[in-house]
């Protein structure tokens, strides 16, 4: 069955990098895109990027707070997608999960079919 497996989130201060891992199996994922989500408490889930699976095409959210800071990427052949994140902030403490659709609505999290357990990032000051 499909598994996404986050890795690499962890407790950073506050202009600091993390790049969180997303490992794919148990599908081609061909047509599909892959996202990176994050849901901070009391809040809903909320789009931060994705990636096409077959043409590497990247998609960010237009929320101003984090334009320019987080870079998808995917690695096709170890079947893994990155988020790199630069100068967080503390605003940036969430769950981020990752997530596969073929839906084409790549910034709506209802239209995923599959999703990670998620990997938790703490930006301290």
């Known amino acids: 069955q499909v598994q996404l497996v986050e890795s690499g989130g962890g407790l950073v201060q506050a202009g600091g990098s993390l790049r969180l891992s997303c490992a794919a199996s148990?599908?081609?994922?061909?047509?599909?895109?892959l996202g990176w989500f994050r849901q901070a408490p009391g809040k809903e889930r909320e789009f931060v990027a994705a990636?096409?699976?077959?043409?590497?095409?990247?998609?960010?959210t237009d929320d101003a707070a984090m334009k320019g800071r987080f870079t998808i990427s995917r690695d096709s052949a170890k079947y893994t997608v990155y988020l790199q994140m630069n100068s967080l902030k503390l605003e940036d403490t969430a769950v981020y999960f990752c997530?596969?659709?073929?839906?084409?609505?790549?910034?709506?999290?209802?239209?995923?079919?599959?999703w990670g357990q998620g990997t938790q990032v703490t930006v301290s000051s």
């Open positions: 148990g599908h081609t994922f061909r047509g599909y895109d």
């Open positions: 990636i096409s699976w077959t043409g590497g095409d990247e998609f960010y």
């Open positions: 997530g596969a659709s073929n839906k084409g609505w790549v910034q709506v999290a209802d239209e995923y079919d599959y």
